[in-house]
C-alpha cells in the first residue's frame, strides 16, 4: 500500500490544532512545514521557545521562522563532533554527567560540549584518547564548584576525569584499539567511595563513547565531512542504512541499534531512515502486519521514490520517517520542549488513520 503522505500530513495538522494553545492553533501548517524541511533535519542548538512562539502567533511562515532557531553546521567537521558527542547523551545510564540540564536540553550539556572550547589543535586531537581525556580533565578542573549547576563538576567528577587523564600510555593504546572493557577501567578505580561508584561509570561510559566516536570519524572519513557526506548521499536502500550504522557500532562505544542511526539521522541526510519504533509501528500499522526493521526501512526508501516518480509528492526518506516520528511520539521539538498531552492516544489514532488509508 503506498504511504499515504498527504493523508498523514492532514493528521498532523489537525492534531496541533485540536492541542495546541489557541494563540498557535492558526499556524499547524507552518509548524509542520518547519519540522519537514531537510535544512531543518540536523539537530538543532538554540531557539527561544517565546521568540518562535510570538512569531508563530504573528503569522510568521515557516521559512521566517526557521531564521530564529540555530542548527549544529554539520558541513563542518567540528559540527559533525559535535553531533556525535550529543547523539552519546542519548543513551542511558549517564544521568551523573547531564544532572541538572533540563531534560529537553540534555544534548546540550555544557559538562559536554564544553571540551570543543578546550581543544587546542581542532580536529587533529579528537583522534587521541589522551587529549580528548586531557581537555575534560582541565574543563573539569575550571568549572568545579561553578555557581552554574549545569557546569559544575563535582569531586567525584574531576577524580574520575583526572584518572583517566593519567593512565598508562598501555592502557590508553589498548583503549584506542577497542581492547579496554569499561570493567577493567573501573576495577581499576576499585578505591573509589560507593557514593562515587555510578557517577565514575558514567563518565567512563561517556569518555570511551565520546573518544570511540572521534576516532570513528578520523578513521573512516579522515575528519573530513566531504567524505562523510559522500557515503551519506550513496544510500539508497535500507541495506545501505544497514550498511552504515552496524560498521558505526563495530566502531563506537555502545553504540547500538539506535545510537548508530540517530547518529546519521542527526547530521541531516534526507536520504536516511531511522529503523526504529515509531518507523516499525507505523509501517506495521499500513501493511496490517508486525515488520521487521528491513523491511520496514525498506518500505520507506520504497515509498518515497514511488511517490517521487508519479509525481505525487517530492519527499526524502527522512522526511517519511519524521512524519511517523512526529504522529507516534508528540515531540514537535522544534517549537515545545515537552511532548503534546495525550501523545499515547495520538499515536493510537495516528496508526489508526495511517492503516485506514
Not at 150 to 157: D, E, G, L, M, P
Not at 182 to 208: F, H, T, Y
Request: hydrophobic share 40%; with cysteine.
Amino acid at each position: 500500500m503506498p504511504f499515504p503522505y498527504q493523508r498523514a500530513r492532514s493528521f498532523l495538522e489537525n492534531t496541533l490544532r485540536q492541542q495546541l494553545p489557541h494563540r498557535l492553533k492558526a499556524a499547524a501548517e507552518e509548524i509542520v512545514s518547519l519540522h519537514l524541511d531537510p535544512r531543518n533535519f540536523p539537530m538543532s542548538v538554540e531557539g527561544n521557545q517565546r521568540v518562535i512562539h510570538n512569531a508563530l502567533a504573528e503569522g510568521k511562515n515557516a521559512e521566517e521562522v526557521r531564521r530564529l532557531i540555530s542548527f549544529e553546521d554539520t558541513n563542518a567537521i567540528r559540527g559533525v563532533a559535535r553531533v556525535m558527542a550529543r547523539t552519546h547523551l542519548n543513551r542511558q545510564g549517564i544521568g551523573s554527567v547531564t544532572v541538572h540540564t533540563p531534560r529537553a536540553a540534555r544534548t546540550l550539556s555544557p559538562r559536554v560540549l564544553g571540551i570543543f572550547d578546550i581543544f587546542r589543535d581542532f580536529p587533529q586531537e579528537i583522534g587521541s584518547f589522551r587529549a580528548i581525556a586531557c581537555a575534560w580533565y582541565e574543563l573539569a578542573k575550571c568549572w568545579q564548584g561553578d555557581a552554574d549547576p549545569q557546569r559544575c563538576f563535582s569531586r567525584a567528577a574531576v577524580d574520575v576525569l583526572g584518572y583517566l587523564h593519567q593512565l598508562e600510555d598501555e592502557t590508553v593504546a589498548l583503549i584506542e584499539q577497542g581492547e579496554m572493557p569499561p570493567r577493567a577501567l573501573l576495577g581499576m578505580m576499585a578505591g573509589l567511595p560507593d557514593d562515587q561508584i555510578k557517577e565514575a561509570q558514567s563518565w567512563v561510559k561517556v569518555v570511551l563513547g565520546v573518544s570511540s566516536g572521534f576516532r570513528y570519524l578520523h578513521q573512516r572519513y579522515k575528519l573530513d565531512p566531504t567524505i562523510l557526506w559522500q557515503c551519506l548521499g550513496a544510500v539508497r536502500t535500507a541495506e545501505d542504512v544497514f550498511d552504515l550504522t552496524r560498521d558505526a557500532q563495530r566502531a563506537v562505544y555502545e553504540f547500538g541499534s539506535a545510537l548508530a542511526p540517530s547518529f546519521f539521522a542527526d547530521l541531516g541526510a534526507p536520504a536516511f531512515c531511522k529503523p526504529d519504533t515509531h518507523v516499525l509501528d507505523s509501517v506495521s500499522a499500513i501493511r496490517g502486519s508486525s515488520q521487521s526493521q528491513s523491511s520496514a526501512v525498506a518500505y520507506v526508501f520504497q515509498e518515497a521514490a514511488w511517490l517521487a516518480s508519479h509525481g505525487v509528492h517530492q519527499v526524502s526518506p527522512r522526511q517519511i520517517d519524521k512524519i511517523m516520528f512526529l504522529g507516534c511520539s508528540g515531540r514537535w521539538y522544534l517549537i515545545l520542549s515537552e511532548p503534546l498531552p495525550n501523545a499515547g492516544d495520538t499515536k493510537k489514532a495516528f496508526l489508526r488513520c495511517l492503516a485506514s488509508a
